[in-house]
């Protein structure tokens, strides 16, 4: 149909609409089905055990040990693993027994000459990308290109392993082969051995939620963006309005004439889902290093900052955007279907169905909302968590435009002048055909005055938190216990305190835990993160009478001040919980002493050292030259803490870019509303025109109007950010993370906020407005002819 | 008080054009009332238009009240609107987001003169007081023409244009609302310039004047 020649524009935001509605929603797909896609490929392919590994906490396993587990009959496989540094990348090296490791065909892949791999120089196994980047690398053996190996592993035989992170004769742990390894007690080999179960499953379980916060992203944006295409084919359909008129007139079946619409509406949403699908890859690409290490940071799991293309990714963001279309166009071919051959005046029709329809929707909306309230008061967990959210969120929208309309009213009341009255009443008459990008823009503010209260709040919390957990001026990892013993007795005359940090494994409450034990010092008393205690806290603690847990485990387990933990066949009470943000799993604090007593000789090679600042660089050099420690052995509380900031802030790259660009939508929206109620409007001014305003009088009017209807949205959003704010930190958190934060307030962020919604709406009112100035009275008198 | 002299208009482009007006003149005094009628498309509602100060003209000059037309710009052409003149059209021409009561004042306080009581009679006499707190969507086209009418009034203009304010309306109805006009005309002290196409109602209005190929007879 010839329309789109003369209306190019309308086309392009049609086509842009959708394309960036696929574009956002594919992006987070995108991401979301590569970084799960990382955890399978690490998990599954590889750790083809029985999903149990023997470790030793804090240490490692002598070569020897092994033997003796070999020829006691046990079915297992030895693994050395490190860290090394190599062109300027860190990797994660992985040696295994080529005979015994289950995954080692694998890994191997088609390289036929076995002996190979394994003699001489041996060889390295990478993903290609990996390889490639290595190739040039000297003082690396070969490297064979396996996409089987996860991201930014090399494999590699035991011996080479040694060589290359300089460890020969020991190994970081033993792979279980057998599945009857439940009784099987390493303990009777070495001190310090355990059998655990492999934690890879979990990998999945915690990143669920992290997960889960894209897709709702993605669906916000994917829901903004299809109010941009309705919007864009309302005003499609409205513009041919009288050309449908006139052909159904000169006997054009409907049926025909929907055909035909309908199949260019599904055309250009393949094309413009197409487009969408280029975008989105292209975002998500850029956008997924940040995911990858935030993913890393936060829950160690392994995904890879580069995105591979898979097909049914683009087969799901394609349909996406054609269903879009569909539900966006259904409605304009429905109007379609009862549009009266016989003129009627376009106006007064939907300005009638407007009125009643806002009161229904805000009914819908309250009903929403307290459907959403139901579920998360009768269920819990977090899907319930984010029935609550999405209840909020579209029970707002919906309750907007009466909201508004109500504003506008009492405005329009208090106003005095006839140009005030009529700007507010007809910014009320506009409602309607506004709602929904005002709906958008609503959405957009509030999720962005929600996600930022959350990141904000929980900043504030974390950094607080760092300063107090790393009291610390210097932390210390030696090699061993020997070492560790050498460190303490050399250090004890030249620091203030000598604070050590050992641990054990345990099981609390059926989870495995780990329980730290500390010694009776100041640095405790004045700065550990308590949120909850009881008054004699640190002298119960060192007297070996109770028990301080973090909060994750608190919540989770729902344990509480003076509630009795049982465990290592001893009962302490609580005495305190503690804040700890950025891990997953339950820890608890005794004192030193019944540490000991408990679990033994626990590894003693951690410690945190006191210090006057300034002397901090000078003990650091020192304990560097006398002793040879592993790489990051010595670290200062400066450089941790700025690792975690650094995680952190990661942490939330991707939800800030998230924001703005719905925020640009949602700006978008009001654009292409603002132009498909252009049709309609010039019947609205014309009579205001001729009774005495200038042309640049209206137009301002029509800008003042825009910026009135974003600033009130702006205002509805700010209060419904903040439950969501509230629900993201005191629900979401505590389900995904375990741990609650409290809320701060930022009220300078909102007023930013609230200028860019303002300043979105100027720019999308901002051509309308041109144009209304630019109008000339031929247009508007046409208005008053006789024939319409 | 109104002084159209040799004015010409034209629609289209140079390669087509309309000429619609080919010298119009006419004069007007205050108070009077003025019939001006002519076939379809002769061109009323252009000149109307034009003396209304809604659109530019080709050549010729229209004076109101001593002023000139070519030398005003947009806000002056808009403030002669708001306060010295008012228009009743075919139709279309009541702003939809406002009341039929907010409608009849509407005007009137834009020139400055909101009256009220005077507001008030004006419905009552054209029988729209039941309709007050309607919206005009929901308005017979009679009953728009009506409202548009009392809206005119109500402002208290020095002159009023009509472009076939009773089209709309059936014989007798339109009689009924045209002598109502004519009255509340007379009362307000306005001059009326009125267009039809019923000899009818040329007729009992004072003067007539008629326009065919584009000049006033
Ligand atoms: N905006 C315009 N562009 C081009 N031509 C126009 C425009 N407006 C009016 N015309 C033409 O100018 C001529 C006069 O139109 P006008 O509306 O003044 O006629 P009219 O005498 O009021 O007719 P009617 O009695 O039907 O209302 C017509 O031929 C019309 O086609
Ligand atoms: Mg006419």
Redesign the interface.
């Known amino acids: 149909m010839s329309h789109w020649r003369r209306q190019p524009l309308q086309l392009v935001i049609l086509g842009l609409g959708l394309a960036l509605a696929t574009a956002l929603w594919s992006a987070v797909q995108a991401i979301n089905a590569e970084a799960r896609a990382s955890y399978s490929q690490a998990s599954e392919q590889l750790a083809a055990g029985t999903g149990a590994v023997i470790d030793r906490p804090g240490s490692d396993i002598a070569v020897e040990t092994y033997a003796r587990m070999r020829r006691a009959g046990w079915d297992v496989a030895p693994v050395l693993q490190g860290r090394i540094a190599v062109a300027g990348r860190q990797l994660t090296v992985v040696g295994i027994d080529v005979l015994t490791h289950p995954a080692a065909a694998v890994i191997l892949g088609d390289t036929a000459d076995l002996s190979e791999s394994v003699t001489g120089e041996g060889r390295l196994f990478a993903r290609p990308d990996l390889q490639t980047a290595l190739a040039t690398t000297p003082g690396l053996p070969p490297i064979v290109s396996n996409p089987a190996i996860p991201p930014g592993e090399v494999w590699t035989d035991l011996s080479v392993a040694e060589r290359l992170l300089n460890r020969a004769g020991r190994l970081s742990h033993v792979l279980v082969l057998q599945s009857d390894h439940e009784a099987l007690e390493p303990e009777s080999f070495a001190s310090g051995l355990r059998l655990r179960p492999e934690g890879s499953q979990d990998t999945a379980q915690l990143t669920r939620s992290f997960h889960l916060n894209l897709t709702a992203f993605g669906f916000l944006a994917f829901g903004v963006g299809l109010f941009i295409v309705h919007g864009a084919i309302g005003l499609a359909f409205e513009q041919r309005r009288t050309l449908f008129r006139t052909l159904r007139a000169l006997g054009v079946p409907l049926q025909k004439l929907v055909l035909v619409l309908s199949f260019e509406l599904l055309g250009l949403a393949v094309f413009a889902g197409a487009a969408g699908l280029v975008l989105g890859h292209v975002l998500a690409a850029a956008l997924l290093p940040d995911v990858a290490a935030t993913l890393r940071g936060l829950y160690g799991a392994p995904v890879e900052g580069a995105l591979g293309f898979r097909w049914h990714w683009a087969v799901a963001g394609l349909s996406m955007a054609v269903g879009g279309a569909v539900v966006a166009g259904a409605s304009a071919l429905v109007k379609l279907r009862h549009l009266p051959i016989l003129a009627g005046?376009t106006?007064?029709v939907w300005?009638?169905v407007g009125r009643v329809g806002i009161r229904r929707q805000a009914m819908g909306g309250v009903f929403l909302a307290a459907l959403g309230a139901l579920v998360f008061v009768v269920a819990d967990g977090l899907v319930a968590g984010f029935a609550l959210l999405a209840g909020l969120l579209l029970g707002a929208a919906l309750c907007l435009p009466l909201c508004l309309a109500g504003v506008l009213k009492l405005g329009q009341v208090v106003a005095r002048?006839?140009?005030a009255?009529?700007v507010w009443?007809?910014a009320?008459?506009q409602l309607p055909g506004l709602s929904l990008a005002l709906m958008a823009l609503m959405l957009a503010l509030a999720t962005n005055v929600g996600v930022s209260t959350m990141v904000s709040s929980f900043r504030l919390t974390f950094t607080g938190w760092l300063d107090q957990r790393l009291a610390a001026e210097i932390y210390v990892t030696a090699r061993d216990d020997t070492q560790g013993a050498e460190i303490t007795s050399w250090l004890a005359p030249r620091v203030q305190a000598v604070l050590p940090i050992r641990s054990a494994t345990d099981q609390l409450n059926g989870q495995s835990a780990t329980i730290f034990g500390i010694i009776d010092h100041q640095t405790y008393r004045l700065n550990w993160p308590l949120l909850d205690a009881v008054p004699d806290v640190w002298a119960r603690v060192a007297k070996g009478q109770g028990v301080l847990i973090n909060e994750q485990m608190a919540l989770r387990q729902d344990v509480s001040l003076d509630d009795i933990l049982p465990f290592a066949g001893q009962s302490l009470p609580v005495v305190g919980v503690y804040s700890d943000y950025g891990n997953p799993r339950p820890q608890a604090i005794v004192g030193m002493d019944l540490l000991l007593s408990l679990y033994g000789d626990v590894p003693n090679y951690r410690f945190a050292i006191r210090i006057p600042a300034q002397e901090v660089d000078a003990l650091r050099a020192a304990i560097a030259e006398r002793f040879d420690l592993p790489p990051g052995g010595v670290r200062a509380n400066t450089e941790v803490k700025q690792f975690s900031k650094a995680v952190f802030e990661n942490t939330f790259v991707v939800t800030g870019a998230l924001n703005a660009l719905t925020l640009g939508v949602a700006g978008f929206a009001i654009l292409t509303s603002l132009l498909t109620l252009w049709t309609g409007r010039l019947?609205?001014i014309?009579?205001?025109?001729?009774?005495?305003?200038?042309?640049?009088?209206i137009a301002m009017v029509e800008l003042v109007r825009s910026l009135l209807l974003a600033a009130f949205t702006a205002l509805v959003a700010v209060p419904v950010g903040l439950g969501l704010a509230w629900v993201l930190l005191n629900v979401i958190n505590v389900e995904a993370f375990g741990w609650r934060l409290p809320m701060f307030l930022f009220p300078a962020d909102w007023a930013i906020l609230a200028g860019l919604a303002l300043f979105a709406a100027a720019l999308a009112a901002g051509w309308p407005s041109w144009r209304m100035a630019r109008v000339t009275?031929?247009e508007?008198?046409k208005?008053?002819?006789?024939d319409? | 008080m109104l002084k159209i002299d040799t004015v010409t208009k034209s629609?289209g482009n140079a390669a087509q054009k309309h000429e619609v007006l080919r010298g119009v003149c006419v004069e007007l005094a205050a108070g009077e009332t003025l019939a001006l009628t002519g076939e379809s498309g002769s061109g009323k509602?252009t000149l109307l238009?034009l003396a209304?100060a809604?659109?530019?003209f080709d050549s010729g000059e229209i004076v109101l009240n001593g002023i000139a037309y070519s030398g005003l710009d947009?806000?002056g052409?808009?403030?002669?609107?708001?306060?010295t003149?008012?228009?009743v059209?075919?139709?279309?021409?009541?702003?939809?987001?406002?009341t039929v009561a907010?409608n009849i004042?509407?005007?009137a306080?834009?020139?400055g003169r909101p009256d009220p009581s005077w507001a008030a009679e004006v419905t009552e006499r054209l029988g729209l007081a039941a309709l007050a707190q309607r919206?005009?969507?929901a308005l017979s086209g009679g009953q728009q023409q009506r409202v548009a009418i009392a809206r005119a009034l109500a402002a208290r203009p020095q002159l009023l244009l009509a472009?076939e304010p009773t089209g709309n309306l059936d014989e007798d109805t339109g009689t009924r609302v045209l002598d109502l006009m004519l009255d509340l005309v007379r009362e307000t002290g306005a001059a009326l310039w009125l267009v039809t196409h019923s000899d009818a109602v040329a007729r009992r209005v004072g003067r007539r004047v008629h326009l065919s190929s584009g000049v006033l007879s």
């Open positions: 005046s106006v007064s300005a009638e002048g006839p140009v009255q009529w009443a007809d009320r008459a019947p609205q014309a009579p205001v025109w001729s009774m005495g305003l200038t042309r640049k009088t009275p031929a508007l008198l208005v008053f002819a006789n319409r | 629609y509602s238009h209304a809604l659109d530019g947009d806000r052409r808009a403030r002669l609107r708001r306060e003149l008012a228009l059209f075919q139709q279309f021409s009541l702003v939809p987001s406002l907010e004042l509407f005007h306080r834009l020139a919206w005009p969507e472009d």
